[in-house]
């Protein structure tokens, strides 16, 4: 059973590309996030939703658009993409005060 | 604002020995909780070990545990009998309630390689 699930795991498009990386979690939690990991391995928070409301939103460029559509999913499309979008990008639920669960990541690069 | 510290790049340790890594934290918070995550190559994100900031008692996990000095606000993991598989990334992470919402601040990680 996969608690968090992202797809696709790999991604590798050019820039000025829309594309999309989904995310659902099968554990019950009210909280979902994005985060977004760069090259020197810095872990970053980009959005939080707490039951399909959108909670957090760090500086992020309005190119990033995340969606949930219900609780168990959080979505994030990125419009028009850029050299540096490149990076490992984390979906992660959490509830309450337990330790947030990511799932595998998405290594995203822009050529 | 809420600042976590890992001032460790980089660590070594021979397998079987006894390693600490080192984090710090800032805050004005009073209740909150502090967590270590290891990132092996496989780049999952796995949960070490987790505190929390009113229990006085370190947490432990079988070779994982904790010292964890409120005041000094210094939250170092320790990994006991090193093995070859805990060769991985280790962010230190710091968790606070604000409003309903649950915000996490990571450090940026040390890089632990076990020798064998």
């Known amino acids: 059973d996969t608690a968090v699930s992202q797809t696709p795991k790999y991604l590798v498009t050019q820039m000025g590309n829309d594309k999309s990386i989904k995310c659902e979690q099968n554990l019950g939690h009210d909280t979902m996030y994005w985060y977004k990991q760069d090259s020197k391995k810095f872990l970053k928070i980009m959005f939080s939703y707490n039951n399909k409301e959108l909670i957090i939103n760090e500086t992020v460029p309005n190119r990033f658009s995340p969606k949930s559509p219900d609780k168990a999913h959080l979505n994030l499309h990125i419009n028009s993409l850029e050299l540096g979008d490149s990076a490992v990008y984390f979906c992660?639920?959490?509830?309450?005060?337990?330790?947030?669960?990511f799932g595998p990541g998405t290594r995203l690069t822009v050529t | 604002a809420q600042t976590v510290t890992q001032s460790q790049p980089e660590m070594s340790v021979q397998e079987a020995e006894t390693v600490t890594l080192s984090c710090t934290y800032d805050?004005?918070?009073?209740?909150?909780?502090l967590f270590w995550y290891k990132q092996p190559p496989s780049r999952q994100m796995i949960l070490v070990i987790r505190?929390?900031?009113?229990?006085?008692q370190n947490a432990t996990e079988n070779r994982f545990s904790v010292n964890f000095q409120k005041a000094a606000k210094s939250f170092s993991l320790k990994i006991s009998d090193s093995q070859l598989g805990d060769t991985a990334m280790y962010f230190c992470?710091?968790?606070?309630?604000?409003?309903?919402?649950?915000?996490?601040?990571f450090g940026t990680g040390t890089r632990l390689k076990v020798l064998a």
């Open positions: 992660a639920s959490s509830q309450e005060w337990a330790a947030p669960s």
């Open positions: 505190q929390e900031a009113y229990k006085q």
């Open positions: 992470a710091f968790m606070k309630q604000n409003s309903g919402t649950y915000k996490y601040i």
């Open positions: 805050t004005s918070e009073n209740n909150y909780y």
